[in-house]
């Protein structure tokens, strides 16, 4: 099991930026694929990006050139630069983690952060 806690979240006006950061828990980190999710109101949670072994990345369309996630293993986090943001972007942001590589589908992910708020006004 691995504990995550996600901050960074805010108000913010469309075409600014923010950072978001998770911190994990454990000892084996650098093994895990880490990705954000996000759930706007009234709809599902939905995949944004994910990290797995040797730096590998992976991105939803929607996001794709304007969002980047990237991974301190000595600092057990991992991150996610959101440029040229869009009011569609608003959502509560969920890190996650599991063990092995690649995944894009919520199921397969045990660990989950509580989320942070992200808003963005047009």
């Known amino acids: 099991q691995v504990q995550l806690v996600e901050s960074g979240g805010g108000l913010v006006p469309a075409g600014d930026s923010l950072r978001l950061s998770c911190a994990a828990s454990?000892?084996?980190?650098?093994?895990?694929?880490m990705a954000w999710f996000r759930q706007a109101p009234g709809k599902e949670r939905e995949f944004v990006a994910v990290?797995?072994?040797?730096?590998?990345?992976y991105y939803a369309g929607s996001v794709k050139g304007r969002f980047t996630i990237s991974r301190d293993n000595a600092k057990n986090t991992v991150y996610l630069q959101m440029n040229n943001l869009k009011p569609e972007d608003t959502g509560v942001y969920y890190c996650?983690?599991?063990?092995?590589?690649?995944?894009?589908?919520?199921?397969?992910?045990?660990?989950w952060g509580p989320g942070t708020q992200v808003t963005v006004s047009s």
């Open positions: 454990g000892r084996t980190f650098s093994s895990y694929a």
């Open positions: 990290n797995w072994s040797g730096g590998n990345t």
């Open positions: 996650a983690a599991k063990s092995g590589g690649f995944s894009n589908a919520r199921q397969t992910y045990p660990n």
